[in-house]
């Protein structure tokens, strides 16, 4: 076949001479490891030479294990479920913990159990990942759910660490997305085993031999080697917990995936007497027994009543003893005694523990390689609330409360940072992208935070003094009567047309190179120009030289002039000087933005203004006037909306958009002084 050719080639080149020889023996090499003292890619030689397993296939295993009796566990296998966003990974997983007995009987399960978290029922997403087992023929399938959104990449990069293998999952009829491609790619990096699954068999518009088709150039296009390239297919609807080795081959279970994951997926190896190194992915946390660390134990044992060392990023720290210890089954994380190497388990007491740090033994402290994720892309500031209205609603509302908060969010996810500016009430956060940040923001308006945040910024890199910017890959699925209009306003923000394929439904997909900031504030626009029939995804694609200025929004602010509440009679005045914003009886302060203005610039408006009652008889009734309904931003759009000069203010209660000076006069005086 003609993709077998092209990944043998490609393996001919990448593949050292004295590996290529190994590669034929992809099934004996998770029984023998040899260790090859030059053949690291990723350790210096020094390292290797003492000690680094180097797998036949020439790269390192999990680790840095030491050659002595590395035993196979084939009683545990670990497996990260991987796909784009709503792909069914978290819905096929409820199906296996139903399959498996994870569940009492006559008990009632919710959809997407996993999906705990109120936001990621409310958006119906998977924010963060979670760790599950199941039991299958008498072998721990050890199950990491991963996010599919781009924006969560950080979680999705973390739970391959623990893991040994993947389940890719792709809609029948959508077929690989961006999001695919980039689990795929890390996955592929690690050189973990993939099995893919085809999932919404049952949709009517299902192309599946088209979308294994594209997979497999998926694969090519991303290096995949010629052992990679050969993975089991497996056809499975979610929903009713069905999967196939073969079309119509008559399974009404998931016994198919699941034996199919025990024949794929290698057990773990690792020595119990070796010396203790537990990598910490993922922290947790119980209101008994505190903070809890989860990773994947890679060699030793761990028991309830040892005593350990810390190694973090500042030094080890000795005299760690336990107050819990786990391991994962269904829903629940089970008390156990002790953890032996290749299980992911999860551990309590550890005080100051943060991702990317190591547990080992006592005698003997061995660190392992810290966590390392890709970079963030986008940044905000997060100021403390000044607003006329500050402290109505929330319940912290200085910076020691906002800092420590932010400080608490960048221990948990490795994808975030935090930066402390000249000002001491605002902090630079940097993440993935306007979601991740939006999720923040709406986690701790829930527990009860007041802050104000700016506009997102794109994060820029310097090379040999010249400015560089991040580059998306954005692909787009319109009707076709849209395709004119989309281009024209990504031409507009500097993007460029890669490829246009009519697919002969009424629908085309594009596909885009386009710097970070021409998408910033550009989905509800998207939508809005598309009528809601248009679907979009963007992907990194790399760092380029800065483009230019790129414009923004078009349109100006109406801005209040001062307090009160909003009457209808001067919402009625504004009908043709724009949008509004806010209802009728909001409250608002002066500096605050009221509605979108038709023309370019802000104009200054009396909203509250009522009209004059006197004791004298109109001559003429009062006419009544439809007013049209206020177009009211979510938290999303409030972000998208606002210009370099506003702030969106965030309370337990209410969004408020507003400018960033307050004062009318300072901001005429500074866009002057500007001009």
């Known amino acids: 076949m003609l993709w077998k050719a092209r990944s043998a080639g490609a393996v001919l080149k990448i593949i050292p001479a004295r590996v290529q020889a190994a590669g034929t023996a992809h099934a004996a090499s998770s029984v023998k490891s040899t260790v090859f003292p030059s053949l690291c890619p990723s350790q210096p030689d020094s390292k290797c030479r003492h000690g680094t397993i180097i797998s036949k296939k020439g790269f390192p295993k999990q680790g840095l294990l030491k050659e002595k009796s590395v035993m196979k566990k084939e009683h545990i296998r670990n497996v990260a479920i991987i796909a784009h966003v709503d792909h069914g990974k978290t819905t096929l997983l409820n199906s296996m913990l139903k399959q498996t007995g994870a569940f009492r009987a006559r008990r009632e399960v919710e959809d997407r159990v996993m999906d705990s978290m109120a936001l990621e029922k409310e958006r119906g997403i998977t924010i963060a990942a979670k760790n599950t087992a199941v039991e299958y023929k008498g072998v721990k399938i050890n199950i990491v759910d991963t996010p599919g959104h781009a924006d969560f990449g950080g979680e999705v990069e973390r739970s391959l660490n623990m893991v040994d293998g993947a389940i890719l999952l792709v809609d029948a009829s959508e077929g690989p997305l961006p999001q695919t491609r980039f689990v795929l790619k890390k996955a592929l990096e690690r050189d973990l085993p993939v099995i893919l699954v085809i999932n919404k068999i049952d949709r009517p518009d299902a192309r599946i031999a088209e979308v294994i088709s594209e997979t497999y150039d998926l694969f090519i296009d991303l290096d995949a080697r010629e052992h990679q390239i050969e993975f089991p297919v497996l056809y499975t609807n979610a929903k009713t917990g069905v999967s196939h080795k073969k079309q119509g081959d008559g399974s009404s279970n998931l016994e198919p995936l699941l034996q199919a994951i025990i024949d794929t997926i290698p057990p773990p190896t690792g020595d119990d007497e070796a010396n203790l190194q537990f990598l910490v992915t993922n922290l947790d946390y119980d209101p008994y027994v505190g903070q809890i660390a989860v990773g994947r134990l890679q060699a030793g044992k761990l028991e309830m009543n040892g005593t350990y060392t810390l190694c973090a990023a500042n030094g080890n720290h000795g005299g760690v003893k336990l107050s819990a210890l786990y391991s994962f089954y269904g829903l629940t994380k089970k008390p156990t005694a002790q953890a032996e190497a290749g299980d992911i388990i999860a551990l309590a007491g550890v005080d100051g523990v943060k991702i990317g740090d190591t547990i080992s033994s006592a005698a003997n402290p061995e660190a392992l390689p810290r966590l390392v994720v890709d970079e963030p892309t986008v940044s905000m500031v997060f100021y403390v609330n000044d607003g006329p209205f500050a402290g109505r609603d929330g319940k912290y509302l200085t910076s020691r409360h906002l800092l ?42 829930r527990e009860g935070f007041e802050m104000t945040v700016s506009k997102p910024q794109v994060i820029t890199k310097k090379v040999d003094g010249k400015i560089y910017e ?84 078009s349109t100006g602010a109406l801005v209040a002039d001062r307090t009160g509440r909003v009457t209808a009679y001067a919402s009625y005045a504004m009908e043709d000087r724009g949008e509004m914003l806010v209802d009728i009886g909001t409250e608002v302060y002066a500096g605050m933005i009221v509605g979108e203005r038709n023309r370019p610039q802000d104009l200054i408006v009396n909203i509250v203004k009522e009209k004059k009652l006197t004791n004298m008889r109109a001559s003429n009734a009062d006419a009544t006037v439809i007013l049209r309904p206020p177009r009211i931003l979510s938290l999303d759009q409030a972000i998208e909306f606002i210009a370099g000069d506003e702030l969106v203010e965030v309370t337990p209660h209410n969004v408020r958009l507003r400018k960033m000076e307050l004062d009318t006069s300072k901001r005429q005086m500074k866009a002057r002084k500007e001009d």
């Open 404 to 445: 420590e908060r932010l400080e608490k969010e960048a221990l948990r996810n490795v994808a975030v940072r935090i930066r402390k500016l000249a000002r001491t009430d605002a902090f630079e956060v940097c993440g993935r992208g306007e979601l991740q940040m939006a999720v923040l923001i709406e986690t701790m308006r």
């Open 470 to 553: 991040p580059v998306e890959r954005l692909f787009i699925d319109i009707p076709e009567e849209f395709v004119g209009r989309i281009t024209e306003k990504l031409s507009g923000r500097k993007g460029r047309l890669e490829s246009l394929i009519n697919k002969g439904s009424s629908r085309v997909s594009m596909e885009f190179l386009i710097p970070s900031r021409g998408l910033i504030g550009f989905r509800s626009q998207f939508l809005t120009d598309t009528k809601g029939g248009g679907v979009m995804n963007s992907l990194l694609e790399d760092y380029a030289p800065w483009f230019g200025s790129i414009p923004q929004r």
